[in-house]
Structure formats: structure tokens, C-alpha cells
T-cell receptor, first 111, second 111 residues
Framework: DAGITQSPRHKVTETGTPVTLRCHQT?????MYWYRQDPGHGLRLIHY???????DKGEVSDGYSVSRSKTEDFLLTLESATSSQTSVYFC??????????FGEGSRLTVL | DQQVKQNSPSLSVQEGRISILNCDYT??????FLWYKKYPAEGPTFLIS?????DKNEDGRFTVFLNKSAKHLSLHIVPSQPGDSAVYFC??????????FGTGTRLQVFP
């Protein structure tokens, strides 16, 4: 158990509404990541953070923003949700050997 | 541009037999490779990894083989068990860079 909690676990929203997903960790890890998982695409990196207030884009960052105001929390925001952002979102932290430990996921449906 | 490819979306194996999951990559600079296992409604979990300085790493029933000249790695599961039924992702990275994931292979182990 890597001490990662994602919330909400499930959310249904409408196109154009803002959505924020939260990732909370309890083990003071420096690196945190947001991935999305879609059929046929595997896991794709959206954004990551390498410290408080230090974030960078991944391969599919358009339409997403992130914030990390304290070590334990990494927020993913969809400013105006679209149907293409319907997905399962996973937060991850980086272990000592560079392996990632994932949370249980947040399933988002945008109608 | 898919740098890490898993060309078999699914694999079905009888219990007790060997499961072989394959992964190809295009970036010769990758130096660390990992396999993850994912059950439905759960986050991916780290399974086994291998550094590019090795060609084999074994952990119980799981063995990962790396063929650098062919840019190919494989995961062998012997003997396969019904509890191994899951989606398996391979991943690769260069130095301490971000992990790049394949699209996954769904393994079904039947009695």
C-alpha cells in the first residue's frame, strides 16, 4: 500500500463543467503523476509534479491543469470538461527505484 | 508515435501452462523496463523490472527477458494461474525520465 487516495472515485458530469480530481499521498513522495487510461491507448501521462509548485506537462496535457500547493496533494483540473475526457484517471507516486505506485483510479464520465 | 508497443491485445492460456507476453520498443536509449499488472477497477501494480545491463530477471513465477538488439522484452509466467488473469502493461524509460507505457495485453487463464 503506497498510501495514495484518489477522490472522487466516480464522477458523472456534463460537457462544459469544471472538474477537479484529487490525489492525496501520506508518504512524503516528491514526484507525483496523473495518467489517463483509455482502451487502445494504455496509460498516458497528463501532468506530473517534482515538488511543491513544480509541475510539468506530459504527452496529453491539453485541456488539463494541475496544482500542487503542498507535498501530499496533487490536483488535476479540467476547466471545461469535454466528452473526449471521459476516461479513468490514475494518480501515481515514484518509488525509490523509479517504479510508479498507482492509486485506485477515478472514473470520469462526461455527458 | 508509439515508442512502446504491445501488439497482442489479448492472450488466452490454460492453467498450469506458460504465459508469454511480448513488448517491443523503438527508442534504443531506454535503459529500464517494467511490467505492471492491472485488475478491473484497481490501479496498476508493479510486477517486475529489468535494467538494460541485464538480459533476464526472475522473481518467483515471473521472468522478464530483454533482447536489446531486437528491442524486445517479454514476460514469462510459469505456471499460469487463474489469478494471473489481468491486463499487463509494459513500460520503459530513459535515465530518470518519465515512464512510457504500452497499450496493454489482456491475459485470461482458464482452468
Amino acid at each position: 500500500d503506497a498510501g495514495i487516495t484518489q477522490s472522487p472515485r466516480h464522477k458523472v458530469t456534463e460537457t462544459g463543467t469544471p472538474v477537479t480530481l484529487r490525489c492525496h499521498q501520506t508518504e512524503n513522495h516528491r514526484y507525483m503523476y496523473w495518467y489517463r487510461q483509455d482502451p487502445g491507448h494504455g496509460l498516458r501521462l497528463i501532468h506530473y509534479s517534482y515538488g511543491v509548485k513544480d509541475t510539468d506537462k506530459g504527452e496529453v496535457s491539453d485541456g488539463y491543469s494541475v496544482s500542487r500547493s503542498k507535498t501530499e496533494d496533487f490536483l488535476l483540473t479540467l476547466e471545461s470538461a469535454t466528452s473526449s475526457q471521459t476516461s479513468v484517471y490514475f494518480c501515481a507516486i515514484k518509488g525509490l527505484l523509479g517504479e510508479l505506485f498507482f492509486g485506485e483510479g477515478s472514473r470520469l464520465t462526461v455527458l | 508515435d508509439q515508442q512502446v508497443k504491445q501488439n497482442s491485445p489479448s492472450l488466452s492460456v490454460q492453467e498450469g501452462r506458460i504465459s508469454i507476453l511480448n513488448c517491443d520498443y523503438t527508442n534504443s536509449m531506454f535503459d529500464y523496463f517494467l511490467w505492471y499488472k492491472k485488475y478491473p477497477a484497481e490501479g496498476p501494480t508493479f510486477l517486475i523490472s529489468i535494467s538494460s545491463i541485464k538480459d533476464k530477471n526472475e522473481d518467483g513465477r515471473f521472468t522478464v527477458f530483454l533482447n536489446k538488439s531486437a528491442k524486445h522484452l517479454s514476460l514469462h509466467i510459469v505456471p499460469s494461474q487463474p489469478g494471473d488473469s489481468a491486463v499487463y502493461f509494459c513500460a520503459a524509460r530513459r535515465n530518470t525520465d518519465k515512464l512510457i507505457f504500452g497499450t496493454g495485453t489482456r491475459l485470461q487463464v482458464f482452468p
